[in-house]
C-alpha cells in the first residue's frame, strides 16, 4: 500500500507540475512584477508531494506572494483533504495527542498534535464565517413545525491566566469559564394526544462559546433564523431558572413560547417541600410527590398558594421557603406543563443539557486538560459543525473553490 501510495503521489506530482496544464494565471497588483517560479511541498492523502508556483514580487513592499496557495485553499503545506481529516480527528478524539495517532494509525498522515492545534485555529474562524454567511432555510413540508431553541452554561477548565480576577463557586479560586451551549432543533406535533413529541431525524444544531449573554444570544438567534425560524408555526425556548436565559430568551426570542425545563422545576419542588416539612422526612416526601403531580396539571398556583399558608415563623427556614415560593412565582407561567403537553411540546431540556456534555465535557473536561481562551474557541467551532451535520458540507465548498479541488480526492 505504502509503495502504491508512494507512486500515486509522484504520478499526480508530475501531473500538477506540467507546464501545458492550464493554470489559472494570477494578475498582478499595483507594482508587483513576475518573479519566476517557487518549489512548495504539500502534504496530501497520498503523501508528500512539490509543486512549482508562480511568484509574484513587489520591490516596493519587499515582499512576495504565491497566488496559488489560497486558489488551491493550501494552508501552511497542507491540503484541503489533509485539513479536513485533521479538523475531524482534533474534534472527534480526546486529545490532540489522540488525534495525531488516530490520523497516523488509520490514514499514514504524519501530523503532530502541536500541528494539529495550529491547524484547527486556523480553519475555525473560516469555517465560523462560512457558516454565518449562509442563508436562511426555506420552508419544508415535513418538518419545522415547531422549532425549539434552549440554552444552558457548563465550566471548562482554564489556565490560571484566562482566570485572573473571576470569582470561583462559594468565593473560592475561580478553575473554570462558562461555556454557553446552545441548541436548535424542530419537531413534529404528535398525532395522537397520548404519544410525546419526537425530534425530527439529524435536526439538531449546535452552538459553544465564551461569551456574555448578550453576545451569545444573537449568535443562537442567527442559527435560528439559518435552521428556517421564519418558517416555523410555533417557536418554543426551554430553559432553566437562571436569569440570564430568560433575559436571552426575552431579547432574541420575543414570540417564543418559553417553557421552564420540568425537571429543575422539580428540583425547586423538593426543596420547598424539605424546607416546609422537613429534610428527608416522609411528609416532606408526600408532599413533593403530590406538588409533582399538581405541576402537571397546571396547579403552580396552588402549590405557591399552599406553601405560602404554611411558611414557618423561624427566620431561617421561612427564607429558605421563601426563597423557594419567589422561584415558582417568578416563572409559573412558564410552568403550565399540562396545556404545553396539550399543545405538543417538549417540557424537558434533556437536549441542551446532553449538548453541554456532548460539545464540551466529551472534549474539553478530559483528565488535566487546561484551555486558553482561544483555544476552547476554535475547537469547540470545529467541534460544533461537526456534531450539527454541516462540516462536510463547508469542506465540499472549500475543496472545490478555485483550483482546490485537483486535491479533493
Known amino acids: 500500500m505504502a509503495s502504491l501510495k508512494h507512486d500515486g503521489a509522484r504520478l499526480l506530482e508530475q501531473f500538477l507540475n506540467d507546464p501545458e496544464l492550464p493554470q489559472l494565471k494570477p494578475e498582478l497588483e499595483p507594482g508587483e512584477e513576475r518573479a519566476g517560479y517557487r518549489n512548495k511541498a504539500v502534504l496530501i492523502s497520498l503523501g508528500w508531494i512539490t509543486l512549482r508556483r508562480p511568484y509574484l514580487y513587489s520591490p516596493s513592499k519587499g515582499q512576495g506572494r504565491c497566488p496559488l496557495d489560497n486558489a488551491w485553499g493550501f494552508v501552511d503545506s497542507y491540503s484541503p483533504e489533509i485539513l479536513r481529516l485533521s479538523c475531524r480527528a482534533a474534534a472527534s478524539a480526546g486529545s490532540y495527542e489522540a488525534a495525531s495517532q488516530d490520523l497516523l494509525t488509520y490514514a499514514d498522515i504524519p501530523i503532530d498534535a502541536r500541528q494539529l492545534q495550529r491547524l484547527v485555529a486556523d480553519m475555525a474562524p473560516v469555517m465560523n464565517r462560512w457558516r454565518q454567511g449562509q442563508q436562511p432555510a426555506l420552508a419544508q413540508a415535513t418538518c419545522g413545525e415547531v422549532m425549539c431553541i434552549g440554552t444552558d452554561g457548563t465550566g471548562a477548565p482554564m489556565r490560571r491566566s484566562y482566570l485572573r480576577g473571576r470569582k470561583g463557586k462559594k468565593g473560592g479560586r475561580a478553575r473554570t469559564r462558562e461555556v454557553k451551549v446552545g441548541t436548535v432543533f424542530t419537531h413534529r406535533k404528535p398525532s395522537q394526544p397520548d404519544q410525546r413529541p419526537e425530534r425530527d431525524y439529524r435536526s439538531t444544531s449546535y452552538l459553544a462559546a465564551i461569551l456574555s449573554a448578550d453576545e451569545f444570544g444573537v449568535l ?190
Not at 225 to 248: E, N, P, S
Request: charged share 20%.
Open 220 to 409: 443562537l438567534r442567527n442559527e435560528a433564523i439559518r435552521r428556517g425560524m421564519g418558517w416555523a408555526k410555533t417557536v418554543v425556548f426551554l430553559g432553566d431558572g437562571a436569569a440570564w436565559v430568560w433575559k436571552l430568551a426575552r431579547l432574541n426570542f420575543p414570540g417564543a413560547v418559553c417553557i421552564l425545563d420540568y425537571y429543575h422545576a422539580c428540583e425547586h419542588l423538593n426543596l420547598l417541600a424539605a424546607a416546609l416539612q422537613g429534610e428527608g422526612t416522609a411528609l416532606a416526601k408526600r408532599r413533593y410527590r403530590l406538588w409533582k403531580k399538581w405541576l402537571l396539571k397546571d396547579k403552580v398556583a396552588e402549590i405557591i398558594e399552599q406553601a405560602k399558608a404554611e411558611l414557618p415563623t423561624k427566620a431561617a427556614i421561612r427564607k429558605m421557603a421563601t426563597l423557594q415560593i419567589n422561584y415558582l412565582e417568578r416563572n409559573r407561567s412558564r410552568m403550565l406543563y399540562q396545556t404545553f403537553r396539550k399543545a405538543g411540546y417538549f417540557i424537558g431540556s434533556g437536549v441542551v443539557e446532553a449538548g453541554c456534555k456532548v460539545v464540551v465535557g466529551q472534549r474539553l473536561k478530559q483528565s488535566g486538560m487546561l484551555w486558553s481562551r482561544s483555544g476552547a474557541k476554535h475547537l469547540l467551532a470545529v467541534r460544533c459543525a461537526l456534531l450539527s451535520g454541516w462540516f462536510e458540507q463547508f469542506w465540499k465548498t472549500y475543496a472545490t473553490s478555485g483550483q482546490a479541488l485537483a486535491f479533493a480526492a
